[in-house]
Nanobody
Framework: QVQLVESGGGLVQAGGSLRLSCAASGRTFTRYTMGWFRQAPGKEREFVAGITWSGGFTNYADSVKGRFTISRDNAKNTVYLQMNSLKPEDTAVYYC?????????WGQGTQVTVSS
């Protein structure tokens, strides 16, 4: 059974930083492009960042460009999202998945709350 488990969320003040992790089990995702997505209350889930299987190419939503960094450790089957200079509008539940996402792989996500 495939499972993606996100962790690292929490409550942080505006301007602060958090590092999210996504651990994959049940299969290896080392050959997959992976992504981070988020869903704020009352809004659609949106793309945040993506990374190719080798880590050689990354892309970001305009709203997080220059503040967030996606990375991966294929030996650990884990994807990370370093979030700096956080803003209240970054408040959301953050999820990882393949990119484009597979409906069967959505996990519980991790809550990020940024206070002003």
């Amino acid at each position: 059974q495939v499972q993606l488990v996100e962790s690292g969320g929490g409550l942080v003040q505006a301007g602060g930083s958090l590092r999210l992790s996504c651990a994959a089990s049940g299969r290896t995702f080392t050959r997959y492009t992976m992504g981070w997505f988020r869903q704020a209350p009352g809004k659609e889930r949106e793309f945040v960042a993506g990374i190719t299987w080798s880590g050689g190419f990354t892309n970001y939503a305009d709203s997080v460009k220059g503040r967030f960094t996606i990375s991966r450790d294929n030996a650990k089957n884990t994807v990370y999202l370093q979030m700096n200079s956080l803003k209240p509008e970054d408040t959301a539940v953050y999820y990882c998945n393949t990119n484009p996402p597979n409906a069967d792989y959505w996990g519980q996500g991790t809550q990020v709350t940024v206070s002003s």
